[in-house]
């Protein structure tokens, strides 16, 4: 199961941009003619098969340019492509995991993974099977047939994460989909993901705020600037796969974790806090 | 888990002993104070008189016949108020036209109170069954409508962008997440609503009727048979009460997640 990491990583190089995004703005039409740009001269392409995180403090445009890439809402300036078409709706190559797991509660587990199935009217008894299959890959057979209040926060995101696998997304969206949790439960989600990214070999764009989760899991991070959001850096995290928690302690993921982080100084938190309010 | 563990507590033999003993000692305190002040029983009748009363109504069927009349006007009425109030919810919740057109109109006569409105509702729909059904109908319509447009409106943005991103439908939006989203709000209107159904009746038939309990009540008043009207209140109660748990059980059945089956909306 276990791919040579340098194998990997050439491989995800040779490979074609997925989502490509020109020159992405966004600004928002707030009351009394006035207006809030959310997002400002977006530039970045992610390859196949990539693993990409974009931190950045709150409110800085990080879930509004996932929505866009997802063609839930229009770019207000720029443009943006997703495995070579221009995007103006939803796609299904693309699937989404919300910091809320958003299960049905009036469904079981395996029902709700199969809602996107039954919504896109692809043949179920097929994809039941791959439900399944998705499910028990994420330690969740026993709970296929169970309520989403009666599973714990981290099991519910890992329903989740099947829920947006089932229709098989070449593309997968993630907006911070472990926020939510404690730390050591989401510890265990990042290496779930990592297990599952292996696997799987989707093109991953994660927004999180978490600077470790961020180098831990991902080959570039994309490192944002307090609204309107700016690209400031992008960073190449160089750290062989596959990866366990213990890298976090070495000295280069110390370097990376660093440099990102050079970048949130204190003033920019209390500017974006001023503005805030 | 908590829920059974409060239901066994609700409903152990100690419990039910305890509320029983309660009631017993509430109607012989009742019967002691009515002998002992020599109350006449034109002001208030003894809880054995009241018995008496309530007996002879049902053996003689005067309570079976008139309750007949309110309930089959409060069922009615409570239906098709409630299946409007369904229907106007969903148009004002899906489509923007009725939001912007119809909505401010609903929350404005929702101000109205109903009962004020069984004079005029007795000159248009007669002293028959037709009048005291619109009177519940009316009266049940509003709390159904206001909880239904909220609880298809409570659905959380990002489930509408999820579903979105599925490329789904409105209706399958609508079918897949709104409605059993909508499904405790709606009951916790209906719940509201069938109590004030019985109370909607009662009133058109305080109004102008023949026949159903209020008429009953009336004339028991104008005898100044004060126990027949206590015997026709027990009756009236226990029909209330009878609606009112028919609804829960269907409620609890349909709604299984519902964990808090308190959240009420609006009246």
Known sequence: MQESPELVRDAADTRGAVIEAGAVGKTYRAAKNRSVEALADISLSIRDGEFLSVVGPSGCGKSTFLTIVAGLVPASTG???????????????????????????????????????????????????????LLEMCGLSAFAHHYPWQLSGGMQRRAAICRALVFDPPILLLDEPFGALDAMTRDYMNVELMRIWQRNRKTVMLITHSIQEAVLLSDRVVVMSPAPGRILKIIDVDIPRPRSLEVIASPRFGAIANEIRAFFSADMFLAGGAKAQ | ???????????????????????????????AAV???????????SPVAVFDQLVRGVMTGVFFKHGLYTVAATVIGFFLGSLSGFLIG?????????????????????????????????????????????MSLLICFFPVAVNTIEGLNSVRAEQIMLMRSYRATRWQIFRIAQLPNAL????????????????GTIVGEFVGTTNGLGRLLLDYNYAFDIAGVFATLVVLSLIGVVLHSILRAIHYRLVFWQRRPDQTLGV
């Open chain 2, 35 to 45: 002998r002992g002040f020599e109350v006449s029983p034109l002001l208030v009748p």
């Open chain 2, 1 to 31: 888990m908590n829920d059974a563990a409060s239901k066994t507590a609700r409903w152990s033999p100690r419990a039910l002993l305890e509320r029983l003993g309660v009631i017993v000692l509430g109607l012989l305190l009742w019967e």
């Open chain 2, 184 to 199: 405790p709000y709606i009951f916790a209107g209906l719940n509201v609503g069938i109590v004030l159904s019985v109370i």
């Open chain 1, 79 to 133: 443009t943006i492509a997703v495995a070579g078409k221009q995007v103006t709706e939803p796609s299904i190559d693309v699937g989404i995991v919300f910091q809320s797991a958003l299960l049905l509660d009036w469904r079981t587990v395996l029902e709700n993974v199969m809602v996107p199935i039954e919504v896109m009217g692809l043949p179920r008894k097929e994809y039941r099977q791959r439900a399944l299959d």
């Open chain 2, 90 to 134: 969903v148009l004002v919740s899906q489509f923007d036209a009725f939001n912007r057109l119809i909505y401010p109109y609903i929350v404005a006569f929702q101000t109205v109170p109903k009962v004020a409105l069984a004079p005029i509702i007795i000159v248009w729909f007669g002293f028959g069954i037709g009048s005291k059904v619109m």
